[in-house]
């Protein structure tokens, strides 16, 4: 990844070994991309917000992987504030905004985290209340919430909008029960977090819900929330798109897979899917004329470019770079056929050797193929390559 970090008030070098934390001390972190009309009022807001950002101290990194001027206007407007700002800015937008993120957190070196948005649909007033309140509970992560006594969704524009956010809100608290406990936001991406118990390297992020990614992965302990009234956009476009919502429904997958038996149980329901176009593929060839034998082999492929789409996507999106997509079509193809090839002899030796009924037999075949079939694409599919040292 190609990166350029142009230090504004104060240096962040990467390669240096970071200073002891100073208790309280915190880095807002704050990813852009295209908020040019945005930056001078946010920071303007932020210093009225800070009114001794020396005690406890406080640092502003803008993680920008904008296309327009947005670096320039940082460095321009940064030099009118007491706190120091820096802009680290992106060539590669790797993860997102949820990426820019995690590259703030690796380089923070505070006892805090605060991130928000530069839109201004975060109140910046609140920063202060956020760590304030983390301090007072003893709390790990502190979330701004719309969803509690206080709080509202007013800055969401339009009834859609709501909706989808609402949905998407119960959407992952259910899938995530545990793990989202105590956080009625979910969504919400402005929140104070203790440095201490972010693990940069475990995080995966994918678009721009990281809170989710954050509570899902590194799993604070005490979480507390302060509620606030989303505001309209100060200037600009809204990053939310269809195609974010696709990546955010992504998103919830891999995580949801991660353990082992969520990716087995995922793998399995998305074979069940491949009959679909399976059997619409083996009607269009025998309506066509084809013999119904090669029409089930040729039919049989495209339940397994279904499920390959499926599982490529939505089950192993961070291990696909470890081999070439031609490398991992083929070897998905030849173990999803192989399985055929195994599942009749299997048959018959339950059937004849341990004297199992037609049906039980074939029963247990298919669950014995499906097991080794998924432990193979993890180890011959998705797992790294070994290299000789």
């Known amino acids: 990844m190609s990166e350029d970090l142009w230090p504004l008030r104060a240096p962040i070098d990467p390669d240096l070994t970071l200073p002891q934390v100073v208790t309280g001390s915190v880095t807002l972190i704050i990813p852009t991309f295209n908020e040019a009309g945005n930056i001078a009022e946010l920071l303007r807001r932020l210093a009225d917000a800070l009114p001794d950002p020396a005690h406890p101290p406080c640092e502003v990194l803008f993680v920008d992987d904008s296309t327009d001027d947005t670096p320039a206007v940082i460095e321009k407007a940064a030099a009118d504030h007491p706190f120091p700002v820096s802009v680290l800015h992106r060539e590669t937008a790797d993860g997102g905004l949820g990426g820019a993120v995690v590259e703030g957190v690796k380089r923070a070196d505070t006892d805090w985290i605060v991130v928000m948005d ?4 975060h109140p910046p007033h ?11 509970t003893g709390a790990d992560l502190v979330v701004a919430s719309r969803y509690i006594s206080g709080g509202s969704r007013a800055g969401l524009a339009g009834s859609y909008r709501v909706a989808v956010s609402r949905a998407a809100t119960w959407l992952t608290k259910g899938l995530f029960p545990r793990a989202l406990r105590g956080i009625s936001d979910p969504m919400s991406g402005f929140f104070a977090m203790r440095r201490s118990v972010v693990t940069a390297e475990a995080l995966k992020p994918l678009g721009y819900k990281i809170l ?13 929330e302060v509620p606030f009234v989303f505001q309209d956009r100060y200037a600009g476009e809204s990053k ?36 679909v176009p399976n059997l619409a593929a083996l009607w269009l060839l025998t309506r066509a004329g084809m013999h119904y034998l090669p029409a089930e082999i040729v039919a049989n492929q495209a339940g397994v470019l279904w499920n390959f789409l499926l599982i490529e996507t939505l089950l192993f999106r961070d291990r696909r770079r470890h081999r070439h997509w031609a490398d991992r079509v083929g070897r998905f193809a030849l ?18 050797e341990l004297g199992m009924e037609v049906l039980p037999a074939t029963a247990l075949a298919l669950v014995t193929t499906f097991v080794l079939r998924f432990a193979a694409t993890e180890a011959l599919v998705y797992l790294p390559r070994h290299t000789r040292s």
Do not use: W, Y
């Open 335 to 352: 173990l999803a056929n192989v399985d055929l090839l195994l599942r009749i002899p299997l048959i018959a030796v339950f059937v004849a």
């Open 126 to 136: 609140l920063v202060p209340e956020l760590v304030g309140e983390g301090v007072r």
């Open 118 to 121: 530069a839109d201004l649909q």
């Open 240 to 275: 939310s798109t269809a195609r974010e919502g696709m990546r955010f429904l992504a998103h919830l997958a891999s995580l949801r897979s991660a353990a082992p038996l969520a990716r087995m149980i995922g793998f399995g329901l998305i074979g069940l899917s491949g009959f």
């Open 212 to 224: 989710l990614e954050l509570a899902v992965r590194c799993r604070p302990g005490k979480v507390a």
